[in-house]
């Protein structure tokens, strides 16, 4: 085992303790083909920007703090996780996000009155460890329009 595998860090092995203090999640080769759906648009697609795309996916479930602290988090990503199997397209953009720690959504008080940064990355890894198995991430990304065109075996 080189130095190289030992430092990588995929989604489902991080344990949920450490979800969020990885510096850099790395995709395997479907997660990867699945998100150049979403990094090649800007090509094909005039004006498409991948962050401003999350960050508007992203307000739509998580940008209303009233309604977060009524419902809590998980409707939300429960919510979320059914419009990407309807539009497999969208978790393009949740894995191009898995590692975008810098842009805050926005900001949410625990009932234990404990507050978290929903970013980009807290995001996106959270909806994919938690609300994801391994079977159905890889069936949604494969379902991507496009994913046989970027999905290389090896």
Do not use: W
């Amino acid at each position: 085992m080189t130095t190289e595998s030992v430092n990588q860090h995929y989604i489902f092995d991080v344990q949920l303790d450490n979800l969020f203090e990885i510096d850099e999640i790395v995709l395997n080769n479907v997660e990867k083909a699945a998100s150049m759906v979403a990094l090649r648009a800007p090509r094909f697609c005039e004006g498409f920007d991948v962050r401003t795309e999350i960050i508007r996916l992203y307000n739509k479930y998580f940008g209303s703090a009233p309604h977060l602290e009524e419902h809590g988090l998980m409707k939300y990503y429960n919510d979320l996780k059914n419009e990407i199997i309807q539009n497999p397209t969208l978790i393009s953009l949740v894995l191009c996000g898995i590692n975008m720690k810098d842009t805050l959504i926005n900001n949410y008080t625990r009932e234990d009155r404990t507050r978290i940064q929903l970013t980009i990355a807290s995001i996106s890894r959270c909806l994919i460890r938690m609300y994801f198995t391994k079977y159905e991430l890889d069936k949604t990304c494969r379902a991507c329009p496009n994913f046989n065109i970027y999905f290389k075996e090896s």
